[in-house]
């Protein structure tokens, strides 16, 4: 067996999954190449983590997969059951009836977790990334939340959730929901900080984990807000760590969970270094005076240019929050 850094857990109140590692390792790469996939994701078992996310579109289910398969082989983890995974439903299969197939689907192992990966709807058809704006539809949300109590009830899922909800969607889907959401993942990060949105989560009791904690993709060509920030370059160097450390190090402080996607095996050590240490008073107060600057935006990221929303409101789709 490994020797492995200890990873904090964090309990979900809802469901009856096992609590979530505090740190998850993102798996959406693009272009995909399966191979590395796996082999990241073996070098992530053997430094410690043991929560990991994916995706119907990420294309990385199956080699995330048969990487823990290949874990469990080489006695890095005892079974499955030490795993912490998380997947999405795609937008393509947010109607009520094809929920559940598309989980079985999903299920290459255990899924701790399913999130409704976005409060969009498109035309059924194959997971793509970027889609029309056409093929945009009304969302039917009671529905397909319906359907995924029924992948928690069945067991499949143990979990469930939601990624990408504005309080807004959350409203409405509270209102209906048996099972309430344990999870809503978002893009959250020091340069922009979800306020509203954690105020909002921390009252109902869901649990919120952050993607693109350190800034995401470059998707407009303007720098990372995160990486590029001078307030945390300078609490990086008097506390002797790096700049993606203070900030996955706040974000565990606002009692969040880092979605972290990095493929190096030495940066993955390295952001797993962020539990024995702490923010003081005056570095909270300096990142909290950092301008805020959201990079995914439905209209931006999700849909390409081409097209028209037809069948759908933008404004039941944009996610733009703070």
């Given at each position: 067996?490994?020797?492995?850094?200890?990873?904090?857990?964090?309990?979900?109140?809802?469901?009856?999954?096992?609590?979530?590692?505090?740190?998850?390792?993102?798996?959406?790469?693009f272009p995909l190449v399966p191979r590395?996939?796996?082999?990241?994701?073996?070098?992530?078992?053997?430094?410690?983590?043991?929560?990991?996310?994916t995706a119907t579109v990420y294309a990385?289910?199956?080699?995330?997969?048969?990487?823990?398969?290949?874990?469990?082989?080489?006695?890095?983890?005892?079974?499955?059951?030490?795993?912490?995974?998380?997947?999405?439903?795609?937008?393509?299969?947010?109607?009520?009836?094809?929920?559940?197939?598309?989980?079985?689907?999903?299920?290459?192992?255990?899924?701790?977790?399913?999130?409704?990966?976005?409060?969009?709807?498109?035309?059924?058809?194959?997971?793509?990334?970027?889609?029309?704006?056409?093929?945009?539809?009304?969302?039917?949300?009671?529905?397909?939340?319906?359907?995924?109590?029924?992948?928690?009830?069945?067991?499949?899922?143990?979990?469930?959730?939601?990624?990408?909800?504005?309080?807004?969607?959350?409203?409405?889907?509270?209102?209906?929901?048996?099972?309430?959401?344990?999870?809503?993942?978002?893009?959250?990060?020091?340069?922009?900080?979800?306020?509203?949105?954690?105020?909002?989560?921390?009252?109902?009791?869901?649990?919120?984990?952050?993607?693109?904690?350190?800034?995401?993709?470059?998707?407009?060509?303007?720098?990372?807000?995160?990486?590029?920030?001078?307030?945390?370059?300078?609490?990086?160097?008097?506390?002797?760590?790096?700049?993606?450390?203070?900030?996955?190090?706040?974000?565990?402080?606002?009692?969040?969970?880092?979605?972290?996607?990095?493929?190096?095996?030495?940066?993955?050590?390295?952001?797993?270094?962020?539990?024995?240490?702490?923010?003081?008073?005056?570095?909270?107060?300096?990142?909290?005076?950092?301008?805020?600057?959201?990079?995914?935006?439905?209209?931006?990221?999700?849909?390409?240019?081409?097209?028209?929303?037809?069948?759908?409101?933008?404004?039941?789709?944009?996610?733009?929050?703070?």
């Open positions: 067996m490994a020797s492995t850094r200890a990873v904090p857990e964090v309990p979900l109140r809802s469901g009856n999954a096992r609590p979530m590692p505090a740190i998850g390792m993102g798996t959406a790469k590395t996939t796996v082999k990241a994701v073996l070098e992530a078992v053997e430094v410690g983590y043991r929560h990991f996310d990385t289910e199956r080699p995330l997969g048969e990487a823990l398969a290949e874990a469990v082989r080489r006695r890095l983890v005892a079974c499955w059951e030490e795993v912490f995974v998380t997947s999405k439903l795609w937008c393509t299969q947010c109607h009520p009836h094809l929920v559940l197939p598309s989980l079985r689907e999903s299920l290459h192992g255990p899924v701790r977790l399913y999130l409704i990966h976005w409060p969009i709807s498109l035309k059924p058809g194959p997971a793509v990334f970027p889609v029309r704006r056409d093929d945009a539809v009304p969302l039917d949300l009671d529905g397909v939340w319906r359907a995924m109590e029924e992948c928690h009830r069945l067991g499949l899922a143990k979990a469930i959730g939601v990624s990408n909800f504005t309080t807004r969607h959350l409203d409405k889907l509270m209102a209906a929901a048996t099972v309430p959401p344990a999870v809503n993942q978002v893009e959250m990060n020091p340069a922009w900080q979800q306020r509203k949105l954690r105020e909002y989560c921390a009252e109902k009791g869901i649990h919120v984990a952050a993607y693109s904690p350190l800034g995401g993709q470059n998707w407009l060509g303007a720098g990372n807000a995160v990486l590029d920030s001078e307030v945390l370059a300078e609490i990086a160097m008097a506390r002797g760590k790096t700049i993606a450390q203070v900030a996955l190090r706040w974000i565990y402080e606002q009692g969040v969970t880092p979605i972290v996607k990095s493929f190096s095996k030495q940066r993955l050590k390295e952001n797993l270094e962020v539990f024995d240490w702490g923010l003081t008073d005056d570095d909270l107060r300096k990142i909290g005076r950092i301008p805020q600057k959201k990079i995914v935006k439905a209209a931006g990221v999700v849909f390409t240019t081409e097209g028209e929303f037809m069948s759908a409101d933008l404004a039941d789709m944009e996610i733009v929050e703070e």
